[in-house]
């Protein structure tokens, strides 16, 4: 009875190891959706730079290393979320515990940031002055293009649809011009709940 119990301990800790294995050769041999979404930016780049090809060289290391770094930032800004959100049932969780999580999602969205940034300084930096002139000029356009394409775990920067109109409401539910309320809202302060 005991053999059977060690055997079966084993059998399961080598389908385990097995099975890591597997998913992490399956996630690197793939190309990520990462890449897929920013092929389109890497070409408008290559394009509009007429980049040679050892510039188009460099700018692959250059871009996977980025990509790399965004990619593990959003797993740890989803890891945090995920775990902001597991509070929202706890009816004692601290606010302080709240703060801190809200502050290192945005200290990762930072860091994202910032090494968006420092890529394309260092892109900047294997162009010739005509080349960067020119990636000066487009760069808000580059910038535009990423966020439309997003992160690889959700649509670009936060941004959102506006809200569907609310044809109840004057102005069909959206503010209006010059800050001031409807003439259906009352004025002042809300009343307290009782």
């Known amino acids: 009875m005991k053999k059977n119990t060690i055997w079966t301990i084993i059998v399961i800790i080598l389908v385990c190891i097995n099975s890591i294995v597997l998913v992490l050769v399956w996630r690197h041999g793939k190309p990520s959706l990462f890449d897929k979404r920013h092929a389109p930016t890497q070409e ?21 290393a980025h990509h790399q770094t965004v990619e ?6 989803n890891l945090l979320k995920d775990s902001l959100f597991k509070n929202i049932g706890n009816g004692y969780t601290k606010q302080k515990t709240i703060d801190s999580l809200l502050n290192k999602i945005g200290e990762n969205y930072a860091l994202i940031n910032k090494t968006t940034f420092n890529h394309f300084h260092d892109l900047r930096l294997i162009l010739t002055p005509q080349q960067q002139k020119k990636l000066d000029g487009i760069i808000n356009q580059v910038l535009q293009m990423l966020n439309r394409q997003g992160p690889p775990n959700g649509p670009g920067n936060g941004d959102m649809p506006p809200p569907p109109p609310n044809n109840d409401r004057p102005n069909g539910g959206r503010p209006n011009d010059g800050g001031q309320q409807p003439a259906d809202r009352p004025q002042g302060p809300l009343p307290p709940n009782n």
């Not at 408008?44 to 692959?60: G, H």
């Not at 593990?72 to 800004?77: H, S, V, W």
């Open 44 to 64: 408008f780049l290559i394009q509009q730079l007429n980049m040679s090809q050892t510039q188009i060289e460099k700018f692959e290391v250059l871009r996977r």
């Open 72 to 77: 593990d930032l959003n797993e740890k800004i």
